[in-house]
């Protein structure tokens, strides 16, 4: 079955930079767009941008242009989201999505989240 | 961007009720709209797509409707694990975007 897990919460201090991961299983790992989805504490969510595996191509909210930095390990089938210049505004939970077939834009399955907390 | 203007934030029913929570796009998005629900601490769990669709092993009484902007859920016979937050999504254009969230609690 398909399953995205993402990496460990992560405490870093604020201007610094974050990477965390989400390793995809049960499925062909290029054949699939990966998304990102913000959730700050108590509100509502937000769509980073998007990786097509196979290729590297990404689609992005221009709010995260700059901030956002996505990758992808085939060999590994790993995808990568680096945020940068981190501020309190970052500290939220980060999910990693996929579409239940190729060419939806609704998300089916999630990563369990990653939660980023920007403190000195 | 689009944006969607979800009502209420927060809704107290009891159980064996029937709720609706209603969504509206700031332009029309021809169906490509999501519902997910998540509970406290996990993550969103998709209910319905393409404003009607119920996703594979979802409760028949969550239902959704709506077209152009205006879009709705609905959930029959309120149970206790329905207890969540829930959100609409629209996927008609980029970026994607999410309504503000509706909390459902039981009275």
């Known amino acids: 079955q398909v399953k995205l897990l993402q990496s460990g919460a992560a405490l870093v201090k604020p201007g610094a930079s974050v990477k965390m991961s989400c390793k995809a299983s049960?499925?062909?790992?290029?054949?699939?767009?990966v998304s990102w989805v913000k959730q700050s504490h108590g509100k509502s969510l937000e769509w980073i941008g998007e990786?097509?595996?196979?290729?590297?191509?990404?689609n992005f909210n221009e709010k995260f242009k700059g901030k956002a930095t996505l990758t992808v390990d085939k060999s590994t089938s790993t995808a990568y989201m680096e945020l940068s210049r981190l501020t309190s505004e970052d500290s939220a939970i980060y999910y990693c999505?996929?579409?239940?077939?190729?060419?939806?834009?609704?998300?089916?399955?999630w990563g369990q989240g990653t939660l980023v907390t920007v403190s000195s | 961007d689009i944006q969607m203007t979800q009502s209420p934030a927060s809704l107290s029913a009891s159980l064996g009720e029937t709720v609706t929570i209603e969504c509206r796009a700031s332009?029309?998005?021809?169906?490509?709209l999501a519902w997910y629900q998540q509970k406290p601490g996990k993550s969103p769990q998709l209910l319905i797509y393409?404003?009607?669709s119920l996703h594979t092993g979802v409760p028949s009484r969550f239902s959704g409707s709506g077209s152009g902007t205006q879009y709705s859920l609905k959930i029959n016979s309120l149970q206790s694990e329905d207890v969540a937050s829930y959100f609409c999504?629209?996927?008609?254009?980029?970026?994607?975007?999410f309504g503000s969230g509706t909390k459902l609690e039981i009275k």
């Open positions: 332009e029309d998005i021809y169906n490509g």
């Open positions: 999505t996929r579409t239940p077939t190729v060419g939806a834009f609704w998300f089916a399955y």
């Open positions: 393409n404003a009607n």
């Open positions: 999504q629209q996927y008609y254009d980029y970026p994607f975007t």
């Open positions: 049960g499925y062909t790992f290029t054949d699939y767009w």
């Open positions: 990786i097509y595996p196979n290729s590297g191509a990404t």
